[in-house]
């Protein structure tokens, strides 16, 4: 199994920043991608951010030029610069990966717990 524990989340006012963590560990061969899902009150968790083996990244167009994702591969770790903060970034902020347990076996997903992100005055 693979677990994932993150953290960094918390209150902070509008235009603040956050940087959330993420680490996974257990039984892995390679991950491939991680990142970041979030969750609001009724809403369906959405992708916030991602960044695959090569490096390359995909954003949501609401956090584009405002959050950075970034991993260190050494550390099976992925952060979220989280920047000029708004309330509709209020969420609970899950991270997730997909993984090889064996050289040549299937990939896997695992997400986090999740961490809360309040953006309030």
């Known amino acids: 199994q693979v677990q994932l524990v993150e953290s960094g989340g918390g209150l902070v006012q509008p235009g603040g920043s956050l940087r959330l963590s993420c680490a996974a560990s257990?039984?892995?061969?390679?991950?491939?991608?991680m990142g970041w899902y979030r969750q609001a009150p009724e809403k369906q968790r959405a992708l916030v951010a991602i960044?695959?083996?090569?490096?390359?990244?995909d954003y949501a167009d609401s956090v584009k030029g405002r959050f950075t994702i970034s991993r260190d591969n050494a550390k099976n770790a992925v952060y979220l610069q989280t920047n000029s903060l708004k309330p509709e970034d209020t969420a609970v902020y899950y991270c997730?990966?997909?993984?090889?347990?064996?050289?040549?076996?299937?990939?896997?997903?695992?997400w986090g717990q999740g961490t809360q992100v309040t953006v309030s005055s």
């Open positions: 257990g039984s892995i061969f390679s991950v491939n991608a």
């Open positions: 960044i695959r083996s090569d490096n390359s990244t």
């Open positions: 997730y990966c997909i993984v090889r347990r064996t050289y040549s076996g299937p990939t896997f997903q695992y």
